[in-house]
């Protein structure tokens, strides 16, 4: 189970870290992902990172964006920097029990478990 929360309304320039609880991340092998979803759109990836080592931004979000873990809290962090109102998004954790090639850790049907998903909104 995912359990996801953070801050959801920002000023453009701000900042904001998102949570994402995911119990069983001390015991095993995993890759983590962050997704977000505007209206109209396909979810779109953002970042991940596997326990095995690598962590993949996408573009737009390079430079701003960071993910981390705290393996003994079962919680992992998705740092937001310098947000842009096209940041705008619903924001979901994803899991997969595992290692998901390199390939594959953008596509989101590689993961198996999901988070509720946290508004985040970026004012101009």
């Known amino acids: 189970q995912l359990v996801e929360s953070g801050r959801g309304m920002v000023q453009s320039g701000g900042s904001s870290r998102l949570s994402c609880a995911a119990s069983?991340?001390?015991?095993?092998?995993?890759?983590v992902g962050w997704f977000r979803e505007t209206p109209g759109k396909e979810r779109e990836f953002v970042t991940a990172?596997?326990?095995?080592?690598?962590?993949y931004f996408t573009d737009a979000v390079k430079g701003r964006f960071t993910m981390s873990t705290n393996v003994p809290r079962s919680t992992v962090y998705l740092q937001m920097n310098n947000l842009k109102p096209e940041d705008t998004a619903v924001y979901y954790c994803a899991v997969k029990w595992g290692r998901i090639i390199t390939s594959n850790v953008r596509n989101e049907g590689a993961y198996d478990y999901w988070g509720q998903g946290t508004q985040v909104t970026v004012s101009s």
């Open positions: 990172m596997r326990s095995s080592g690598g962590t």
């Open positions: 069983g991340l001390s015991f095993s092998s995993y890759t």
